[in-house]
């Protein structure tokens, strides 16, 4: 399975506490989850140009919603929080979103 950088990481995750965790140079990312720790790391590395030096993944079980008789699942996904080098941070779109 070959994929982009840009299909394995979907989007940031920008939380209460994924902001909070910027400040100890820990951004949260939603991953494409059929990826591993190794292809998530080169593809932050690639996109924003930066040093990884951790990564650590959480596959997130989708909800259970209802409406009325009917009944549904959300979809599982993988979260992906990557640690980065004291030295670098991550700007998003020209804005900093994690130094709020």
Do not use: C
């Not at 959480?58 to 549904?72: E, L």
């Amino acid at each position: 399975m070959i994929l982009e950088a840009r299909d394995i990481i979907k989007r940031p995750l920008v939380t209460e506490k994924s902001v909070d965790g910027a400040s100890m140079h820990k951004y949260t990312f939603e991953v494409d989850p059929r990826v591993n720790k190794i292809q998530i790391r080169k593809a932050i590395e690639e996109i924003f140009n930066v040093k990884v030096v951790k990564v650590n993944t959480v596959n997130v079980k989708g909800k259970k919603r209802g409406f009325g008789k009917v009944q549904g699942k959300m979809s599982d996904w993988k979260k992906a929080i990557v640690t980065l080098r004291d030295t670098d941070k991550i700007e998003l779109d020209g804005i900093d979103y994690f130094e709020m």
